[in-house]
């Protein structure tokens, strides 16, 4: 593929990341507030977010199918706008048990992006530059994220959750408006017929690698912890002894850019050194994020949170684009597995540690969040074998 070509892919699919994970996470940074106006417990209205990571995890591989059938562009375009639109009509809901079935809908519409962006990739790009093709798109889901959170938590202190939510809403759309204008269509891709029995068998093949399953492991476990900390640090801002005003607490997302930073630079390390080693290290920096944030003082907290942010997108970075890497064939239903095994690890865990959080508080949710980095190096460390580092 020239240079051209190879731009406009990841300029494009770096603005599904924006418009997939602006709709995504904004209400991440509301989640206070949510707590406040409808009466409920954090453990209740971190269920805003669950249950869009949920709906997504169990679209992703049916999402992929269709992508199979009917091209990888046209479902991550459909499935673009239809979550821009359910998101404009979210901030309209009149009970917390509105906001929570328009966010399951919204799961639902999000999936088509993400369960075909890797397959696309890893189709039109060349294996030698997979690993930094993938960190863009990564970068682009962190920029995303980080929009949508910033400015949700910025127009807190002057307005409501409902006008924060939208006008995140509003961004998005545009987001998607450019990605399906910018999208390059697919070169690479062939349509196949559509078949539940040929896809269960096609994941059924990937499940029997132990290589595969240690990377889908390592997927839940570590979006888990992500998703478990940062659903609750907006509470451990906001309370004693902090005391945060909204829009102050919610600048702490401005340590997504060094998961923007941080997972192309990975992809390239991978590429050239070995995907292993740089895995290993990548898990490192989350345990050591995950032990600075534990102490009650804001600076190390702070550094906890940049350093884990940073580990963990690097992390998502090298091990996505091995998943790529190893599967030689039916490359979509790999990259759908990992990414259920990713937003389950985002439903489950995450949601589980509001009840860690409830019960135990910020010691108990950083006990969750460790428990869950270690886990997934020890997979690492005993699955992965050095042999495959580089190459696959």
Known sequence: MDSRGYRA???????????????????????PELSRAFGVAPATSALAMSVTTGTLAL?????????????????????????????LLVPLSPTLATVLVLRALQGLALAGVPAVAMAYLAEEIEGASLGQAMGRYIAGTTVGALLGRILASGLLDVTSWRWALEATALVAAGSAIVMMRMLPPSRMFVARPVSLRATARQAAGHLRDSRML?????SFLLMGAFVSMYNFLGYRLLGEPFGLAPALAGLVFLFYLSGTVSSP???RLADRF???GVLIAAIALMLLGTALALPATLPTLLAGIAVLTTGFFAAHAVASSWV????????????????AAYYTGSAVLGGGAGIMFDHGGWA???AHVGACVMLALVVVISVLPRSVGRSG
Request: no cysteine.
């Open 364 to 366: 108990g949710l950083v």
């Open 324 to 339: 790529g890497v190893l599967a030689r064939r039916d490359r979509a239903e790999a990259s759908s597995l990992y990414l």
């Open 274 to 276: 070995g995907r292993r």
């Open 9 to 31: 892919i990841t300029v494009a699919l770096f603005i599904a990341g924006v418009t997939t994970f602006g709709s995504m996470y904004s209400t991440q940074a509301v989640l």
């Open 265 to 267: 630079r990975a992809g």
């Open 59 to 87: 679209a992703i591989i049916p999402a992929s199918a269709l992508s199979s059938r009917f091209g990888r562009t046209r479902v991550m375009t459909i499935s673009a706008i239809a979550a821009a639109v359910i998101g």
């Open 214 to 218: 240690a990377l889908f492991a390592v």
